[in-house]
């Protein structure tokens, strides 16, 4: 008869060897494929006779934007380590891409808030008579500027934001 070590009867032991823990960046995939659902679900039920207003297409540009970032993972998790336009791309770009786009997130309440009120204000008067594909594209431009405005307030130099 052999003799077990105590090493492999102990419960530490067996419970390493049952549940191998997920690697953080599948955890974060799968946390941004759950996020993507639930956008596509609020997307979904929202009703269709209603008008539309800022807060409609910032929405969707957010599930945009998380839908880029999970897609981003996805090749870098597929691929590992890669060169594209001279630019290698390693596991940690999975943590800088989510970064930005957490501190981006961070930022954009306010922009998003203050264009939101006026838009409801102006919607609610009733004071501008815009016809509906001027209204849209007035939307659309405003939720492009706020993001590259925001991203490049995130992205922008260190030294100019510490004075």
Request: net charge positive; proline share 2%.
């Amino acid at each position: 008869m052999t003799a077990l070590s105590s090493e492999n009867c102990s419960f530490q032991y067996q419970l390493r060897q049952t549940n191998q823990p997920l690697d953080v960046n599948y955890l974060l995939f799968l946390i941004i494929l759950g996020k993507i659902l639930l956008n596509i679900l609020t997307l979904g039920m929202r009703r269709k006779n209603t008008c539309q207003n800022f807060m409609e297409y910032f929405c969707i540009s957010l599930a945009f934007v998380d839908l880029l970032l999970l897609v981003n993972i996805s090749i870098i998790l597929y691929f590992r380590d890669f060169v594209l336009l001279s630019i290698r791309f390693t596991k940690y770009h999975i943590c800088l891409f989510t970064q930005i786009i957490s501190f981006t997130y961070g930022f954009l309440h306010y922009p998003v808030f203050l264009t939101a009120c006026i838009d409801y204000c102006l919607n609610f008067s009733k004071t501008t008579k815009l016809s509906f594909k001027c209204q849209k594209l007035f939307y659309f431009f405003t939720v492009i500027l706020i993001w590259i405005s925001v991203l490049a307030y995130v992205l922008g130099d260190p030294a100019i934001y510490q004075s």
